[in-house]
């Protein structure tokens, strides 16, 4: 079965340090997010992108974070510099399309900022 | 911003159905009822979606009332693996998750 996956799965970065975040979409899928969950918290929507644009972002993707789909399979998170409070697990998905359909998940990366 | 509600847990013994309630009052026509769970810290796991008709598929059915404020997920056996935060989710594109019902079931 077609899965997304994450890697790597778990990241420790010092703060004010840059971290990428990599994921790969299910092949066929068109439309790419980023979620955090930041620890007994629930899932939070960061970002969409679709051809090559960011369709939708929410008030937390500020300045900081970028994404970017650099070749035709993979799909990334940037933060430039990281904060003690980016530490949370971070969720890639991707979907074949925007509406009535389900967005399959990867099983993560868990960032530590120290 | 989520716009369902949800109760904060749920028990269910082993092997019984497991039922999940969520209102959604202020669904609109073209919005869809999706259903996702969380194991631990996994990603969500898609389970079913619907619109207005009952959905039914190899992990659960997804009943969606009449006048669609409301709909209930079904586990018809409950196992220990389906122990898990279930989210209720309704929008017309993008994923935005509650705070979701906390299922477990017990032995």
């Known amino acids: 079965e077609p899965e997304v996956t994450q890697t790597p799965s778990h990241q420790v970065t010092q703060m004010g340090q840059e971290v990428i975040l990599r994921c790969v979409p299910i092949s066929n899928h068109l439309y790419f997010y980023w979620y955090r969950q930041i620890l007994g918290q629930k899932v939070e929507f960061l970002v969409s992108?679709?051809?090559?644009?960011?369709?939708?972002k929410s008030e937390i993707f500020d300045d900081q974070f970028s994404v970017e789909r650099p070749d035709g399979s993979n799909f990334t998170l940037k933060i430039r510099s990281t904060k003690l409070e980016d530490s949370a697990m971070y969720f890639c998905?991707?979907?074949?399309?925007?509406?009535?359909?389900?967005?399959?998940f990867g099983q993560g990366t868990r960032l530590t900022v120290v | 911003d989520a716009k369902t509600t949800q109760p904060p847990s749920m028990d269910c013994a082993e092997g019984r159905a497991a039922n999940l309630p969520c209102n959604h009052s202020?669904?609109?026509?073209?919005?869809?009822v999706y259903w996702y769970r969380q194991i631990h810290s996994q990603g969500p796991q898609y389970i079913i979606h619907?619109?207005?008709n009952n959905e039914t598929n190899e992990m659960a059915s997804l009943i969606i009332t009449e006048d669609r404020k409301s709909s209930t997920l079904i586990l018809p056996h409950a196992t220990l693996r389906d122990t898990a935060v279930y989210y209720c989710i309704v929008l017309p594109n993008q994923f935005y998750f509650g705070t979701g019902t906390s299922l477990t079931v017990i032995p």
């Open positions: 992108f679709y051809n090559n644009e960011i369709s939708e």
């Open positions: 619907g619109l207005k």
């Open positions: 998905a991707s979907s074949i399309r925007a509406t009535n359909t389900e967005a399959f």
């Open positions: 202020t669904i609109s026509g073209n919005e869809y």
